[in-house]
């Protein structure tokens, strides 16, 4: 290697590395998950460019992953003969992390062991999970196509810098060497790190070799051979038959395709034939990722054509509202060199992007009918999403809204667990409308004087705290028949609600407030458009309204607030 230079991390690196030894120790051996992970993403980033230039593959198209280690040395290798990386690359993608929602990210770390370590895990520690077993870490690459004398060095010890410096490389790809902290021999043994492999990448499309061992009585220890053998299946896992797959494998695929340390929540695999035909293998995850709500964040699931990685983040492939799954979508219509440009004209990812959304809800209705905290459990997390999809998807609004979970006065806590199912069936005699109230919080809902003559009557009212969802109800007016009306709107008709003596009560009191009612809009004068007599409330005196056909005053908060 020659013209060494030192930089430093990025800021955000240096306190990662720190924060991310000292939380996911207790499951360190995910690195070789991380380093595996990145080999297979490196192939099918070659795969991919060598469809246009076929010359990138310099005569070998057999893409592996090599693991070896080396007891002497106390070093462990993953070697890909992938893309690899050019040094401007090895600079910008081991150095930094480029990631949208890094600041939120940092910001939402709390000190609790346990807790960052599940944010260090949905944030995706990949590359510089080596630290945690490595006091240093050495890679070598050569970019594919690039002269083999344009190989790139680089090492860290993990400390806040790291060097690097051009080298030769005869093969190309990448191999990241780990010499391992004084603690962790465990790694040096081939019985060991097949087991974690075996474990880790057995949903690998490509072979991961290992060195044969054999025992040599004479040493008294495993001896290793010349000979490499493949360790994992080596077949793409969506393209097994089900009963083939383990729920481990599914398992250990999500953490590859998604980058999430957690297991999903639940999945569903399918073959698709027909006058369109592809197979989708898609995810729920457990939570939220930090940047749910970020334009930028990246969305979507991998593509694949006939097995061919195309790319990753493929928006088209499924709605907006549900940008939280996670997976594989490989067709077998599509060209390999389709572009985003042309996924978001074609026929064949429309009847793909249609028929993953209807999994998708069937797998949440499953999940709703049999696993029903586990639903809740999502609801928590990606409610606010699924509410988007009453306005996005009106084909299956009707789906969508039985999916949907509500605040209301019958439970009168702030638990989102009520149906409309449930609200339809305790709606009392006469009442045709399903009521609601919106609020910027749930308090702000709960304790709405619009709410009081609700209560006395029994009638069960809807308390709605979400940002989405005075936006919801201006898309999505009617279930099942009933309209929603706002119990801060006008002329709200509660009469046939009312029996006869109470009528009559009413109107006598009315009458004789008639010279109130006079006084007050003198002195109101410009400032209201009426003064009414109301029967709505039971315990306030008083409370302002909106006119039937008006803006409501939550509503027209949030467009203040965003500057209309
Ligand atoms: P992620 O895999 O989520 O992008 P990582 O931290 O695992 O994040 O890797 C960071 C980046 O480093 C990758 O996006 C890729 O650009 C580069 N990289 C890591 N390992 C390899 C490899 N074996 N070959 C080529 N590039 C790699
Ligand atoms: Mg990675």
């Not at 890679?139 to 400390?159: I, K, L, N, T």
């Not at 993953?356 to 709703?368: F, N, P, V």
């Not at 997390?381 to 809204?401: L, S």
């Amino acid at each position: 290697k020659k013209a060494e230079e030192t930089l430093g991390f990025q800021t955000e690196v240096k306190q990662l590395l720190h924060l991310m030894i000292h939380s996911l120790y207790s499951n360190k051996e995910i690195f070789l998950r991380e380093l595996v992970s990145n080999a297979s993403d490196a192939c099918d980033k070659l795969r991919f460019e060598a469809i246009d230039k076929p010359e990138l593959l310099e005569g070998g198209a057999d893409l592996e992953i090599r693991v070896s280690y080396d007891k002497e040395a106390r070093t462990i290798t993953i070697a890909d003969n992938g893309i690899g990386l050019t040094k401007a690359e090895a600079v910008a993608n081991l150095g930094t992390i480029a990631r949208s929602g890094t600041k939120e990210f940092f910001s939402q770390l709390s000190g609790d062991k346990q807790k960052d370590a599940q944010l260090i895990g949905q944030f995706g520690v990949g590359f510089y999970s080596s630290f945690i077993v490595a006091d240093k870490v050495t890679v070598v690459s050569r970019r594919a196509g690039e002269p083999v004398d344009q190989a790139v060095f680089w090492e860290s010890e993990g400390q806040g810098e790291f060097t690097v410096a051009d080298t030769e490389k005869a093969e190309r790809g990448t191999s990241v060497t780990l010499h391992l902290r004084a603690e962790e021999d465990d790694f040096l043994s081939g019985w060991k790190l097949r087991e974690v492999l075996r474990r880790y990448s057995d949903h690998i499309s490509l072979p991961v070799l290992m060195q044969k061992e054999e025992y040599d009585s004479e040493k008294g220890e495993q001896v290793k051979k010349d000979e490499w053998e493949t360790i994992n299946q080596a077949s793409a896992l969506w393209t097994r038959a089900k009963n083939e797959i383990t729920d481990e494998q599914y398992t250990e695929f999500y953490k590859h395709v998604s980058h999430d340390f957690e297991e999903p929540l639940a999945w569903t695999h399918n073959r698709v034939e027909g006058r369109s035909e592809y197979t989708q293998l898609l995810y729920l995850p457990k939570h939220a990722p930090f940047d749910l709500y970020d334009r930028d964040a990246r969305r979507g699931v991998k593509l694949y054509v006939k097995r061919v990685f195309i790319m990753d983040d493929a928006e088209q492939l499924l709605p907006s509202y549900l940008r939280f799954v996670r997976g594989v979508i490989d067709s077998a219509d599509l060209p390999l060199n389709v572009s985003r440009e042309i996924l978001q004209e074609s026929r064949d990812v429309k009847s793909i992007r249609e028929g993953s959304t209807k999994r998708i809800l069937s797998l949440l209705e499953d999940l709703a009918e049999n696993r029903p905290e586990d639903y809740a459990g999502f609801w928590t997390e990606f409610g606010q999403v699924i509410k988007e999809g009453t306005g996005e998807d009106m084909a299956n609004q009707e789906r969508i809204a039985k999916l949907l979970r509500f605040a209301s006065t019958h439970n009168d806590d702030a638990i989102q667990n009520v149906t409309l199912a449930d609200y339809i069936s305790r709606m009392k005699e006469g009442q045709d409308a399903i009521y609601y109230v919106t609020a910027d919080t749930f308090a702000a809902a709960k304790n709405s004087p619009h709410l009081e003559i609700f209560r006395k009557k029994g009638l069960e009212v809807l308390l709605l705290s979400d940002r989405v969802d005075e936006w919801m109800l201006s898309h999505f007016r009617q279930f099942d028949g009933k309209s929603f009306v706002s119990v801060a709107k006008g002329g709200l008709d509660l009469d046939k609600l009312t029996d006869e003596a109470e009528k009559k009560h009413q109107e006598e009191v009315a009458e004789s407030l008639k010279p109130l009612l006079e006084r007050l809009k003198t002195s109101l004068g410009e400032s209201v458009k009426e003064v009414k007599v109301t029967n709505r409330l039971v315990d306030s005196p008083a409370c302002v309204v909106v006119g039937q056909n008006d803006v409501s005053p939550h509503l027209l908060r949030l467009l203040k607030a965003a500057g209309q």
